[in-house]
């Protein structure tokens, strides 16, 4: 059976973007970025939110992202192959390939995918992972803490969940990056 992995860079306290939606003070360095790739090269399926499509599919549609650094270019490739699911009631069409749209999110047919998948499937975006939480779908918590407090924002954790989660590893970075691997234990709405 593939693991649903929720994965996110965040500040200090806990937001994927500020007040501003900006999120560049969570752009990876290379040592970061070189960790990332590895741990996204066994993922299969990305389940995204709508506004973490429009922010991720640069990786295909933009060929100066990839030229910009060797581990860019191996990102851009590893997003490139891995199959989409895009939840969204507006986007009218995908504009990358292995992408299609979900009107709505069914909790029972991201099982079924989970049963049926060969590799694992993450899923991104703040809005759509309260639904996955909510279902007790999300099998793993990949979080990249970043040396930053932002104050507020979009938080990359949803408020009306409750997980307890077992620390399965931990990793620290010469930027002062630290990633935190968690299985959960066990989900309930508090
Ligand atoms: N920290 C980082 O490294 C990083 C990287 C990329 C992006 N970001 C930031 O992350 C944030 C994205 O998170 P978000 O919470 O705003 O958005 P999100 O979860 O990615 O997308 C929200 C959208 O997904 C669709 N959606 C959500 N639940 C749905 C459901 N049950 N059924 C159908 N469609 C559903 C809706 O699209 P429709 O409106 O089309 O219906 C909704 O507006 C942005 O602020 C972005 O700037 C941060």
Not at 82 to 106: G, H, M, N, Q, W
Not at 163 to 170: A, G, R
Not at 177 to 186: E, G, H, I, K
Request: aromatic share 10%.
């Amino acid at each position: 059976m593939a693991k649903l992995i929720y994965s996110a860079i965040a500040s200090l306290d806990g937001y994927t973007a500020d007040e501003a939606g900006n999120f560049d003070w969570a752009a990876p360095d290379e040592e970061v970025h070189g960790f990332i790739n590895d741990l996204e090269r066994p993922v299969g399926t990305y389940l995204y939110g709508r506004r973490m499509y429009e922010t991720m599919l640069g990786w295909e549609t933009d060929p100066t992202l990839a030229d910009q650094s060797p581990h860019m270019r191996d990102f851009a490739e590893l997003w490139q192959a891995a199959d989409k699911v895009v939840y969204s009631t507006t986007l009218p069409a995908a504009s990358t390939a292995r992408t299609r749209i979900e009107r709505a999110f069914d909790p029972e047919a991201v099982r079924r995918i989970k049963t049926t998948a060969g590799r694992d499937i993450t899923v991104g975006g703040p809005e759509l992972v309260a639904h996955a939480f909510k279902a007790g779908l999300v099998d793993e918590c990949h979080l990249f803490v970043t040396p930053i407090v932002v104050g507020g924002g979009k938080q990359s954790l949803p408020g009306n969940v409750r997980l307890e989660l077992e620390l399965l590893d931990d990793r620290r970075f010469g930027n002062g990056t630290v990633f935190l691997r968690y299985r959960t234990r066990s989900s309930r709405r508090s």
